[in-house]
């Protein structure tokens, strides 16, 4: 897909969902020997979050796992749809339609594996990170440069800002006047 075709599947998005392993981190899982649960976060993939989040586009995470530093690291980023220990994505996606009163196109879906792929093959606009899975990079309607969990989700916010037309504007924001 060209990049004018791509931007303009972005700026019909209202709401992006976001993967938790592989894509908001690089899917590494470290457990302590209490059976605790830490993550790496990156982030500039977190101040990305935030400027999607206060340009006005819905943002949702949807995970198999249930973990305790995610719903932490959600709450601290503003972002209030957080589904863990979601085997059928679709379930969760269904939930956000209704809530949320919004179409299917009007939805992105960032994913890195196969699980995924149920959700990504309903929404308007799917994206892979650069290290997905082959078979979720192949259905996807964009790839992202960078891997997850490394600018890859800062690179997705970008894009959908640019294609509605409020990166500018935070960018703004941050420049010297």
């Not at 209704?98 to 959700?119: M, N, S, W």
């Not at 990170?129 to 082959?134: E, G, I």
């Amino acid at each position: 897909m060209d990049r004018q075709a791509v931007l303009d599947k972005a700026a019909q998005i209202k709401l992006v969902i976001f993967d938790v392993d592989g894509v908001l981190t690089d899917g590494g899982l470290i457990l302590g020997e209490s059976g605790d649960e830490y993550k790496i976060f990156h982030a500039r993939d977190g101040h990305g979050l935030v400027m999607l989040r206060e340009s006005g586009c819905q943002i949702a995470v949807i995970t198999a796992r249930s973990s305790k530093i995610v719903a932490e690291r959600m709450s601290a980023l503003g972002i209030q749809y957080v589904y863990q220990g979601q085997e059928d994505k679709g379930r969760a996606l269904d939930d956000l339609l209704e809530k949320l009163d919004i179409l299917a196109r009007e939805v992105a879906y960032v994913g890195d594996d196969l699980i995924d792929l149920p959700a990504m093959s309903r929404v308007g606009f799917s994206v892979a990170v650069a290290d997905a899975h082959p078979v979720v990079i192949e259905m996807a309607d964009w790839k992202t440069n960078q891997p997850g969990g490394h600018g890859a989700v800062r690179e997705v916010c970008e894009l959908i800002m640019q294609a509605n037309g409020t990166l500018e504007d935070q960018f703004r924001r941050y420049l010297p006047s």
